[in-house]
């Protein structure tokens, strides 16, 4: 039989309310007094099968939240407050200027995919933006320590990111948003790049580029990193003359990388730019300087939104649910904090949407832009 907890080990408070009003002028509060003795358990066994804390067996844990729901339990917030045992809130810092945040759908699908998920639940989502990588760990440090929440998602992993020992070190139920590679002993979501950047790079290869640039994000971001090193590698061995430019995501960075690219001696006939974002301004760019696309240059963007669709000529893109994507995630983070073991879960990879954008390889080398 599971020892009850004491006050001193920090035990949850709760009570709950009859699904069936009594008729009396107060209703009263159903407690786990009440549930342990009609499932003829322990009080601490209640409040572990509650909880979804080992310390129970799992036809005990079943019963005992099917007594609980006869009764019609449910958590009294001002309660577990008190008791400082669970925030039911979870995470999200993001490291990104909020311009760029603003304009990029990739996270507001993702965040929609987390707070559905989480909403479903009564949980709630914090979201936090900084500046740098030492500011967000000291959040999840202040975070963890005011038990402000129960855990928290993780996104753009650096390499050698710093965050992963941290986090591991305060005991802070964790996923990363992203593919194993770098996450430690933590959790993680997320699909393959190396299949997806191999077919766009084949892809292009058998339209006949044999110069394709690639716009990438911030040269830190071990996504970036996997991606380039993909790129080059398969570029290498298709005899593809490959060249890369990092930026920072936004809008203004991608011009410029895209007039550098156009501007060399001997220009790309294709560029992979790493979102939505930057392959639009990357589009402008060849219009501005009367390109045609995709007759003298091809655009591919990395992520798919509505972006990609709504310009001329619309544009070949990476296509993936991003909304599930933050779905899944915050499952994995729910079923950490209810005692499961860190995981790495492979999501379905992307698919290549083919669009106008993308056409066979001139026969001579795409105009330049003018120097300067």
Same mark, same amino acid.
């Given at each position: 039989?599971?020892?009850?907890?004491?006050?001193?080990?920090?035990?949850?408070?709760?009570?709950?309310?009859?699904?069936?009003?009594?008729?009396?002028?107060?209703?009263?509060?159903?407690?786990?007094?009440?549930?342990?003795?009609?499932?003829?358990?322990?009080?601490?066994?209640?409040?572990?099968?509650?909880?979804?804390?080992?310390?129970?067996? %799992?036809?005990?844990?079943?019963?005992?939240?099917?007594?609980?729901? @006869?009764?019609?339990?449910?958590?009294?917030?001002?309660?577990?407050?008190?008791?400082?045992?669970?925030?039911?809130?979870?995470?999200?810092?993001?490291?990104?200027?909020?311009?760029?945040?603003?304009?990029?759908?990739?996270?507001? @699908?993702?965040?929609?995919?987390?707070?559905?998920?989480?909403?479903?639940?009564?949980?709630?989502?914090?979201?936090?933006?900084?500046?740098?990588?030492?500011?967000?760990?000291?959040?999840?440090?202040?975070?963890?320590?005011?038990?402000?929440?129960?855990?928290?998602?993780?996104?753009?992993?650096?390499?050698?990111?710093?965050?992963?020992?941290?986090?591991?070190?305060?005991?802070?139920?964790?996923?990363? #948003?992203?593919?194993?590679?770098?996450?430690?002993?933590?959790?993680?979501?997320?699909?393959?790049?190396?299949?997806?950047?191999?077919?766009?790079?084949?892809?292009?290869?058998?339209?006949?580029?044999?110069?394709?640039?690639?716009?990438? /994000?911030?040269?830190?971001?071990?996504?970036?990193?996997?991606?380039?090193?993909?790129?080059?590698?398969?570029?290498?061995?298709? /005899?593809?003359?490959?060249?890369?430019?990092? %930026?920072?995501?936004?809008?203004?960075?991608?011009?410029?990388?895209?007039?550098?690219?156009?501007?060399?001696?001997?220009?790309?006939?294709?560029?992979?730019?790493?979102?939505?974002?930057?392959?639009?301004?990357?589009?402008? #760019?060849?219009?501005?300087?009367?390109?045609?696309?995709?007759?003298?240059?091809?655009?591919?963007?990395? @992520?798919?939104?509505?972006?990609? @669709?709504?310009?001329?000529?619309?544009?070949?893109?990476?296509?993936?649910?991003?909304?599930?994507?933050?779905?899944?995630?915050?499952?994995?983070?729910?079923?950490?904090?209810?005692?499961?073991?860190?995981?790495?879960?492979?999501?379905?990879?992307?698919?290549?949407?083919?669009?106008?954008?993308?056409?066979?390889?001139?026969?001579?080398?795409?105009?330049?832009?003018?120097?300067?």
């Amino acid at each position: 039989m599971a020892r009850e907890p004491s006050a001193q080990t920090g035990a949850r408070s709760w009570s709950y309310r009859p699904a069936v009003s009594t008729g009396s002028a107060r209703t009263p509060r159903v407690t786990i007094v009440d549930i342990a003795r009609a499932a003829n358990v322990s009080k601490g066994a209640v409040s572990y099968a509650l909880n979804g804390r080992p310390g129970v067996s %799992t036809e005990t844990r079943k019963r005992i939240l099917a007594i609980a729901a @006869e009764l019609g339990w449910y958590p009294h917030s001002a309660a577990r407050a008190l008791s400082r045992d669970s925030a039911r809130t979870v995470g999200l810092v993001l490291s990104r200027p909020a311009a760029t945040l603003a304009v990029e759908p990739f996270f507001m @699908e993702l965040i929609a995919g987390i707070e559905a998920e989480l909403s479903a639940r009564s949980i709630g989502l914090t979201l936090q933006l900084v500046s740098d990588v030492a500011a967000e760990i000291e959040v999840y440090e202040r975070w963890w320590a005011e038990r402000r929440v129960d855990g928290t998602l993780l996104v753009d992993l650096l390499v050698d990111d710093p965050r992963i020992a941290a986090v591991e070190a305060l005991g802070m139920p964790a996923v990363v #948003v992203g593919g194993p590679e770098g996450a430690g002993g933590l959790s993680s979501v997320g699909s393959a790049d190396e299949p997806a950047m191999e077919e766009v790079v084949r892809y292009l290869a058998l339209l006949g580029h044999r110069r394709i640039g690639r716009v990438a /994000g911030t040269e830190g971001f071990l996504h970036t990193v996997v991606r380039t090193r993909r790129f080059l590698s398969v570029a290498r061995a298709l /005899g593809v003359t490959s060249v890369v430019v990092h %930026t920072d995501f936004g809008r203004d960075s991608s011009v410029d990388a895209t007039r550098r690219l156009l501007s060399a001696h001997q220009p790309p006939t294709a560029i992979i730019y790493d979102n939505d974002v930057m392959a639009v301004a990357g589009l402008g #760019v060849a219009h501005e300087a009367g390109l045609r696309v995709p007759e003298e240059v091809s655009i591919i963007s990395w @992520e798919d939104s509505y972006f990609c @669709e709504a310009v001329h000529p619309s544009l070949t893109a990476l296509s993936r649910d991003v909304t599930a994507h933050g779905a899944s995630a915050a499952r994995e983070l729910l079923r950490l904090l209810q005692g499961g073991e860190p995981m790495h879960r492979t999501l379905a990879p992307a698919r290549l949407s083919v669009r106008r954008s993308t056409g066979p390889a001139p026969f001579l080398p795409g105009r330049r832009l003018p120097a300067g």
